[in-house]
Structure formats: C-alpha cells, structure tokens
C-alpha cells in the first residue's frame, strides 16, 4: 500500500459562527462576492438601515477575509459577534 493510500484519521475543520452588523443595506446579490455570508435580514430605524450577515468561518484568516471584503465596500461595522464552535467535516 502505497503512502498516499494510508488511512490517516480525517481532520475536522472546527467552525465559529459570526454575526456581523452593518451600517446600510446589501442586497442578496452581494452574498456570493462576500464569500456565501447568508444575509439575514434588514434593521430599519428612524434615520439608518443595518443589515445581518451570518457566516461560518473556519479560522481567523478567513475572518480577515471576510473583514477586508467589507471594507472594500466601505461598509461600517456596527458589532461582530462569535456565537459557537462546531466541528464541519472537510
């Protein structure tokens, strides 16, 4: 058997949850640029909209990925919270 066909024990890719505020209103089309983030619903108050984005992360790289890509939107954040961990199967 070579090597490469060895049972190694597959590694799980612990996952967080992270909900994300911001100032203004994305439409559903802006998901897929932002990396799937499921837009989740829309704040309106007197004088500003927020928009929900939910998304699971893998780590912080792909945190700061997720983050740069709201700042070449010039969107402001207005929270970022980490919800839970969970282990996805790769």
Same mark, same amino acid.
């Given at each position: 058997? !070579? &090597?490469?066909?060895?049972?190694?024990?597959? @590694?799980?890719?612990?996952?967080?949850?992270?909900?994300?505020?911001?100032?203004?209103?994305? #439409? @559903? +089309?802006?998901?897929?640029?932002?990396? =799937?983030?499921?837009?989740?619903?829309?704040? #309106?108050?007197?004088?500003?909209? #927020?928009?929900?984005?939910?998304?699971?992360?893998? &780590?912080?790289? !792909?945190?700061?990925?997720?983050? =740069?890509?709201?700042?070449?939107? =010039?969107? @402001?954040?207005? +929270?970022? =919270?980490?919800? #839970?961990?969970? !282990? !996805?199967? @790769?």
């Amino acid at each position: 058997m !070579a &090597d490469d066909e060895q049972n190694y024990p597959k @590694e799980s890719i612990t996952t967080s949850l992270y909900k994300i505020v911001v100032e203004g209103e994305l #439409h @559903e +089309s802006w998901s897929d640029w932002l990396g =799937n983030v499921d837009l989740q619903g829309r704040i #309106h108050g007197l004088d500003s909209c #927020h928009t929900i984005l939910l998304s699971e992360i893998p &780590d912080q790289a !792909a945190l700061r990925g997720l983050l =740069n890509r709201i700042w070449d939107l =010039n969107l @402001e954040i207005i +929270s970022l =919270n980490k919800y #839970h961990q969970g !282990a !996805a199967d @790769e």
